[in-house]
């Protein structure tokens, strides 16, 4: 991959790498939000070279076998507004990544598992699991093909309000791949990407036994999107981007008697650039809009802003910062969807040669599109802050210890739904 990229003009990196990412965003993104280190994703952010697992080498792949033994504090694990409840949680997360050495096109595969156990509310108990295999063709010089499948079977916890929840944890699986090509004609560049996801969701049971039928959430999604992007000087570009989405839900109408498969359509328009050797990002401007099948339900649009930025003020700091804007779904009676808007921003510092801090901040906000015969009430609007610092201390190349602080404050204009959680978490990692 990282040839790849190096022999490719300044632009079209820059564009293959953002699409490469958002395509990988976009099967975890209706994942649940975990903390770093997160399932499926590299374990530590940036190890330093001279602490960086050799792996084993096996043919023309390397493979990096690892687990995460964790000890995780929480005190609100059923996330109510009063009479909060804290528990120990055990982690115990197995992975294995196996990455192509090939000078040309690129290959890797990675498996992870979160094994999760609460010492008092067992009931919360959860098993995780996230394969994703992906890679990329050089077509020619000026071309990239990438590729990519995903397949997870993961909890949605009590935490999630845009969807009635059980006492224990919501189990559901993920399964799709996205298909992307990308050509550079001089200045003009142009991308085209192709995503496909299926959600299938199982039964929960409410605490007085009652059992909650999600067959209704069972859904299948697909993404198709063209990009045209124009090099204005060496290290700027401009781009535009339009794309279609259809989501075709399995039960014709919910429990609520809404028929809520739908189509829609979007537009980005912005710029990627390469300000400085050490700042870099891509700003866009963004309007959806979805409408459904149910006459009774109201359409779901809206403006927004997307984009990511990396900027290393200091050899030893890095800053990162993303924001998006999508339309997702609910099966709410009282609202058709939600515009969810969320902001980010994360800074890793080398403390010393072996010893990184990070401290992070993100906020997102719902807002629902509600029925006009909606009650007063309905849920209209809610907004999460989150704030979270850690530390990573490497013993060595295979070893690391680290421990960080998250503290959520969830708010709602729905009345008795408020919350706030303080988490700890304290992580053993192991990796070849």
Do not use: C
Not at 151 to 168: C, F, K, P, T
Request: hydrophobic letters at 35%.
């Amino acid at each position: 991959m990282r040839s790849t990229l190096k022999r490719m003009r300044p632009a079209a990196r820059l564009l293959a790498g953002i699409v490469l990412a958002s395509s990988a965003f976009t099967g975890a993104a209706h994942a649940q939000d975990y903390d770093n280190p997160t399932i499926g994703q590299n374990p530590v952010v940036a190890q330093p070279a001279d602490y960086k697992p050799l792996g084993i080498r096996a043919g023309s792949f390397m493979l990096h076998p690892g687990v995460e033994l964790a000890a995780q504090w929480n005190d609100n694990v059923f996330y109510t507004p009063e009479n909060t409840f804290d528990d120990f949680i055990w982690h115990v997360r197995p992975y294995i990544t196996a990455q192509s050495t090939w000078s040309r096109h690129s290959f890797s595969v990675r498996l992870a598992a979160d094994f999760a156990r609460y010492s008092d509310y067992d009931i919360l108990d959860y098993e995780d699991y996230f394969l994703q295999i992906g890679g990329t063709v050089d077509v020619a010089s000026q071309s990239l093909f990438s590729y990519g499948l995903d397949w997870m079977r993961l909890h949605e916890d009590r935490s999630v309000r845009s969807a009635d929840q059980g006492i224990s944890p919501t189990v559901y699986t993920v399964a799709g791949g996205f298909l992307g090509y990308d050509h550079t004609f001089n200045r003009l560049s142009v991308g085209l990407l192709y995503n496909l996801r299926s959600l299938d969701y199982e039964n929960a049971r409410r605490p007085n036994g009652e059992i909650i039928d999600n067959s209704d959430r069972d859904r299948t999604d697909q993404d198709a999107s063209v990009r045209l992007g124009y090099q204005i000087s060496p290290d700027t570009q401009v781009f535009g981007t339009a794309g279609w989405r259809d989501v075709e839900y399995d039960q014709q109408f919910d429990r609520n008697g809404f028929d809520r498969s739908s189509d829609g359509w979007y537009v980005n328009i912005g710029m990627d650039w390469l300000i400085t050797s050490v700042l870099s990002g891509d700003l866009y401007a963004t309007y959806r809009s979805r409408g459904y099948d149910d006459p009774r339900l109201p359409d779901t649009d809206g403006w927004g802003l997307g984009g990511s930025l990396a900027w290393m003020p200091t050899m030893l700091t890095t800053v990162r910062g993303m924001i998006s804007t999508t339309i997702e779904d609910t099966t709410q009676s009282t609202a058709s969807g939600y515009l969810r808007t969320l902001y980010t921003v994360r800074v890793d510092h080398e403390l010393l040669r072996n010893l990184q801090i990070n401290g992070q901040v993100s906020y997102y906000q719902n807002d629902y599109t509600l029925l006009p015969d909606a009650p007063e009430g309905s849920r209209d609007e809610d907004t999460m802050w989150r704030f979270g610092v850690g530390a990573t201390y490497f013993v060595n190349r295979w070893m690391w210890i680290s421990a960080s602080y998250d503290y959520s404050n969830f708010s709602s204009n729905a009345p008795n739904d408020d919350f706030e959680s303080n988490v700890a978490w304290l992580v053993l990692g192991l990796e070849r």
